[in-house]
């Protein structure tokens, strides 16, 4: 279920994003709506982490590296 809230902000804050929001061609709601999912979410980053980088174990670079190129910048 969605639920309204009323926040407050400056004024020129709140147009800026709006722009913004608009030149993304989104909505504040819809960002507002991810901004909060994330701050909820954030304590689970860690464990995302380690999720994504145990996904990532099959991950073939299609070569072995010699050490010059693995430390090459």
Partial sequence: MI???TLS???VL???ARQ???QERTSMNKLFREWISRY???DNVSSNYEKLM???TTVNSGKK???EE???R
Wanted: glycine content about 0%; cysteine-free.
């Fill in 3 to 5: 639920r309204n809230i």
């Fill in 9 to 11: 902000a400056d004024e």
């Fill in 14 to 16: 709140i147009n800026q």
């Fill in 20 to 22: 913004k929001a608009e």
């Fill in 40 to 42: 909820v979410n954030r």
């Fill in 54 to 56: 145990e996904s990532l």
């Fill in 65 to 67: 590296f010699t050490r």
């Fill in 70 to 72: 693995m430390h090459e």
